[in-house]
């Protein structure tokens, strides 16, 4: 008779965690169907459905029965949406040290050997309700244990009509808000087709793309979603819930298509009224030199006319300067009178000569005369 394998380590714990809850599930439950509550002291939390409790000296974990949250972080996938706030919240309501009621469905323990509870806190609040009724987690069940599902169904609706935590559109992470997102993105660079600039149009088409890009990535994570394994971000919506948003992203997706040609051809015809604009302006702005130019020109013209017609009655008040004064003949002495002399009578004229006749007048050749 041949040896029977060895039994791996992952089944040993297992067997082992199934042993240890089936014997705590044994102090529980008696012979009737009805489950008796238990308490304890919380140790510490794990993750937003998961804590360690101290029950009878000894440390237990504890899931919350009929509730699964987002996953913290670990070696092959990063912090799902919403998992440090679904943690925070069981910090705020079973702080470690407070005391909780736990009552059991089904006492098997999960795949990871996990006690799987219904948790009341030191308010008596049921917790996993709360957690679903914040948005925080989504109805689940695990096997035959379904005793509280109803429950946390309906906080889940509640979650739902009120919007709030995975059904929040102002939650980043959130497959509503990146919805909201990607159409609002959508919708403004649809309204960007009549822009005015070419500088407009080119910013609204790159807007445009980057919409349409953005779009397309919530349209592949919606189909995505409809498989049979989703995250908790898309197990939050029921198959109608994704389809219609899935529909809206694809009008969307479609809308945009036929947009961004119209931006195109709007960039382009501004384009080409900025070139002409351009050209024109250039064209002003040349005739504008040249007009001042050819101001400046006459300016210059003109002040070298002035300049010339200065130098030359310059020159001319120069050459006047230098010529000589005008002769002023002197003044007379003024008349002196000649002092008076004494009258001295003339003397006697003396007898004509004999013969003496008077002047004669000869006429010409000398030979006759007349008396003068």
């Known amino acids: 008779m041949g040896t029977k394998p060895p039994i791996s ?36 939390i794990v993750d937003g459905a ?26 092959s996938s990063p912090v799902e ?27 098997i323990p999960d795949q990871s050997g996990r006690i799987l509870a219904a948790v009341y806190n030191e308010s008596g609040q049921l917790v996993d309700a709360g957690v679903a009724r914040k948005g925080l987690g989504i109805p689940v069940s695990s096997g035959a244990n379904t005793k509280y599902l109803a429950t946390v169904r309906a906080a889940h609706d509640e979650a739902r009509a009120a919007g709030i935590g995975l ?10 808000a990146q919805i909201e997102e990607s159409m609002t993105a959508l919708e403004t660079s649809m309204d960007s087709a009549a822009a005015q600039t070419s500088g407009a149009a080119v910013t609204a088409i790159a807007a445009a793309v980057a919409a349409l890009a953005s779009a397309k990535v919530v349209h592949t994570l919606l189909s995505a979603g409809t498989g049979s394994t989703k995250p908790i971000l ?3 919506f029921s198959a109608a819930d994704v389809s219609r948003h899935l529909a809206r992203v694809t009008a969307g ?20 009224a900025d070139t002409r604009a351009a050209a024109d302006k250039a064209a002003a702005e040349a005739a504008e030199a040249a007009a001042a130019v050819a101001a400046e020109q006459a300016v210059a013209a003109q002040a070298a006319r002035e300049a010339a017609a200065q130098d030359a009655a310059s020159r001319e008040a120069v050459g006047v300067s230098n010529l000589p004064a005008p002769y002023v003949p002197p003044a007379p002495p003024p008349y002196v009178p000649p ?14 000569a004999k013969g003496y006749t008077g002047p004669r007048c000869y006429a010409p050749g000398g030979k006759t005369y007349r008396p003068c």
């Open 167 to 176: 059904f929040s559109t102002s939650i980043p992470c959130t497959l509503p």
């Open 50 to 75: 998961t804590l360690v409790v101290t029950i009878n000296k000894r440390d237990q974990t504890v899931h919350l029965l009929n509730v699964d949250t987002p996953q913290p972080k670990d070696a």
């Open 81 to 107: 949406c919403l998992e440090p706030e679904a943690e925070a919240y069981l910090k705020s309501t079973m702080p470690p040290g407070s005391h909780i009621t736990m009552e059991l469905d089904d006492p």
């Open 339 to 352: 002092a008076a002399q004494p009258y001295v009578a003339p003397p006697v004229a003396p007898a004509p």
């Open 234 to 236: 898309w197990a939050a």
């Open 253 to 272: 997706i479609d809308r945009m298509n036929a947009t961004i040609p119209v931006l195109e051809n709007r960039r382009d015809e501004l384009l080409a």
């Open 9 to 44: 380590r992952r089944k040993t714990g297992t067997i082992l965690a199934a042993t240890v809850v089936l014997a705590f599930a044994a102090g529980l439950v008696s012979c009737s169907a009805a489950p008796k509550p238990t308490s304890g002291e919380v140790v510490r």
